[in-house]
């Protein structure tokens, strides 16, 4: 009679290494700087406005000394405050405020964002992205061109409503920008995609039946893949035009809009 098997010794369970939980005080630096932030975009703190103190205002807010002294830096980085000794934490003017950081493009259309703002930052879209279309027409590598057509694909399948959809129209702006080989253009790259991002995501959240997009995005497109630079200016400034109108008719749905001019 064959004798019985040692019953196999259980396998201890193995243990999984864990990251030791964030302070929340770093959980909360993100949010007190993204509170302060919106209010002085908004103009609810206006540039010359000082600050709470340091005990203050971690109380108001409900974190630690530490978290606001970090979220204080976050705005400094960001050009929207500024530390004086024997003043305290100013806010700062507008032309010292780093517009084209995501961030701060995206306090800015949490609410209600200017009208001259907006203004601004389609004139600055208006100057850089046609020429750069027109450069991409010459200047597109084949990797750079499926880029583009790529984003435009995800688009097509996934609209402007989703946000899969709007990445995917990032990656065609990005792509096209990239495809100027100038430097200085590329250097915008976050910036103007992020400004395309923002906006679109506005005019999608505030109006009931927002414009489709995607034809004049094919203009362009089309035109860079028939290396026709002139066509390719000129469709971009379409397209910048059209978001232009757009992001304005958003901001106020019920009002009539004239045409705007957005260069000289």
């Not at 700087?33 to 600050?51: D, T």
């Not at 978290?67 to 960001?78: D, S």
């Not at 200047?139 to 899969?164: C, N, S, W, Y």
Request: glycine residues 8%.
């Amino acid at each position: 009679m064959a004798s019985p098997q040692p019953k196999p010794k259980p396998e201890k369970p193995k243990r999984v290494r864990r990251r030791p939980p964030r302070p929340r005080s770093l959980r909360l630096h993100g949010t007190v700087a993204r509170e302060l932030g919106i209010r002085i975009v908004s103009g609810v703190l206006k540039p010359g406005e000082i600050l709470e103190g340091e005990i203050a205002a971690s109380g108001q807010f409900n974190v630690s000394r530490t978290a606001y002294r970090e979220a204080i830096r976050i705005l400094a980085a960001k050009g929207l405050v500024n530390s004086r000794p024997k003043i305290g934490t100013q806010v700062s003017p507008r032309k010292e405020w780093h517009l084209l950081d995501p961030d701060v493009l995206g306090w800015i259309f949490v609410g209600e964002p200017d009208e001259g703002l907006i203004a601004n930052l389609f004139e600055l879209r208006r100057i850089v992205e046609p020429d750069a279309a027109r450069l991409a027409a010459i200047r597109r590598t084949p990797e750079q061109l499926a880029r583009m057509k790529a984003g435009l694909d995800g688009v097509a399948q996934h609209g402007f409503a989703t946000e899969i959809g709007r990445r995917c129209d990032e990656e065609f702006h990005s792509a096209l920008l990239e495809a100027s080989a100038n430097d200085f253009i590329v250097s915008l790259t976050s910036g103007v995609a992020a400004a395309i991002a923002i906006t679109t995501a506005f005019k999608q959240h505030r109006l009931p039946a927002p414009h489709d997009a995607l034809p004049v995005h094919l203009a362009v497109f089309e035109a860079i893949e028939a290396q026709d630079a002139e066509g390719a200016h000129d469709a971009m400034a379409r397209l910048v035009q059209r978001g232009l109108t757009d992001t304005m008719e958003a901001r106020d749905p019920g009002a009539a809009h004239a045409p705007i001019a957005i260069c000289c």
